[in-house]
T-cell receptor, first 111, second 118 residues
Framework: QKEVEQNSGPLSVPEGAIASLNCTYS??????FFWYRQYSGKSPELIMS????GDKEDGRFTAQLNKASQYVSLLIRDSQPSDSATYLC???????????FGKGNQVVVIP | GAVVSQHPSWVICKSGTSVKIECRSL??????MFWYRQFPKQSLMLMAT?????????EQGVEKDKFLINHASLTLSTLTVTSAHPEDSSFYIC??????????????FGPGTRLTVT
């Protein structure tokens, strides 16, 4: 089993809709969870971090964490064309702050 | 806050030469820096983890004698690709992290260096 899995394929959403991204992880002891956004040809940019079960909202972004189910998600409300990017889920694997990354989900917002 | 710079942003070199890439944390002290490589349409691949003043820890399959990492200060780490070959052409990205501060556990990425070996 991969450390972090993001299985869904490219996601196309109309402008103004909600984009929903999911991620599962294998290490039950993980404590820190992150979502990064990566535009084509650019490096990843941290958009959300979450450490406790439940929801965390920041602007149009909401991260949801369920440690019992080893599941973390990201919702993007009122999607904009500028949200079109690849979203990477990352989980801290302990010691030295090493992060394990999922393969990413491409989001395309259609005007 | 939490700004990381990388230099150069792109470099073209001839096969057999060496290339040095610098990574700097501009507004915080990075106790740990990470080096990643990313091939087109693939996810990030962690190459090595370095702590200031210590030897880097390399991921399995990454040649430590080919990818030399130095983390001499809390704000600077360098990656040197020695005897570069065309298959080393990739997007190299560093990230920095700090313990015991408000940015603890979070990694902040530099803008990346695109290396092309001809």
């Amino acid at each position: 089993q991969k450390e972090v899995e993001q299985n869904s394929g490219p996601l196309s959403v109309p402008e103004g809709a909600i984009a929903s991204l999911n991620c599962t992880y294998s290490d039950r002891g993980s404590q820190s969870f992150f979502w990064y956004r990566q535009y084509s040809g650019k490096s990843p940019e941290l958009i959300m971090s979450i450490y406790s079960n439940g929801d965390k909202e920041d602007g149009r972004f909401t991260a949801q964490l369920n440690k019992a189910s080893q599941y973390v998600s990201l919702l993007i409300r009122d999607s904009q064309p500028s949200d079109s990017a690849t979203y990477l889920c990352a989980v801290n694997m302990g010691g030295n702050n090493r992060l394990a990354f999922g393969k990413g989900n491409q989001v395309v917002v259609i005007p | 806050g939490a700004v990381v710079s990388q230099h150069p942003s792109w470099v073209i070199c001839k096969s057999g030469t060496s290339v040095k890439i610098e990574c700097r944390s501009l507004d915080f002290q990075a106790t740990t820096m990470f080096w990643y490589r990313q091939f087109p349409k693939q996810s990030l691949m962690l190459m090595a983890t370095s702590n200031e003043g210590s030897k880097a820890t390399y991921e399995q399959g990454v040649e430590k004698d080919k990818f030399l990492i130095n983390h001499a200060s809390l704000t600077l780490s360098t990656l040197t690709v020695t005897s570069a070959h065309p298959e080393d052409s990739s997007f190299y990205i560093c990230s920095a992290s700090s313990h015991g501060t408000s940015v603890s556990y979070e990694q902040y990425f530099g803008p990346g260096t695109r290396l092309t070996v001809t």
